[in-house]
């Protein structure tokens, strides 16, 4: 029955994309210094740790050891988009904050029968002057979607030392890097994969 629901699957690609308006001034945050990146996860979201091809959730994540999957994934958030900050040092020091939506990673039936998978990240962002919370820009919506490794891609990434959670922090310091205006390297595009 597994082998026919991923057959299924197979033929229901969705579109994601990675997508944000258009980067900030460089000029503009050339001057800022990120001293901190607050992650707020709403109360109504709701966690899954079921492990089903495509879990109805708003966070599913399978990388680390049975826990706190909010605190686990507002790490990774917290991680990634300071990462992405880091070429920042101006004198003027700013606050990234941010409210996830979605943060959907993949379970391991899936990383076992999918054909492929998706890591499925929503949030907001804004930057907030440090010293006063006054907002130096709009809330502004993010989508951070990235193919995900499954069957013997995923075991050949680990055995590189290649985590998901890596993966994952390295793809959000690329989107933050660019939303900055910091970075050439434009990550927003589509892709097709199977997902919810």
Known sequence: MTLIAAALLAGCASTFRTSFDAPLSAEVTRGWTVRAVDVTIPDNLVVSDADTLVPVADIVWHGDPEG??????????RDGVMEGAASLSGPRPVILQLVLERFHG??????????????????RIRAVDAASGAALTPWVEVEADLPARVGAALYADIEAGITEKARIRAHLARVTAAWLGQSTDDPRGTFQSLGR
């Open 68 to 77: 706190d999957r909010r605190q686990q994934v507002a790490a990774i958030l």
């Open 106 to 123: 993949v379970t391991p039936r899936a990383v076992r029968l999918a054909p492929s998978a998706v890591h499925n990240i929503a949030y």
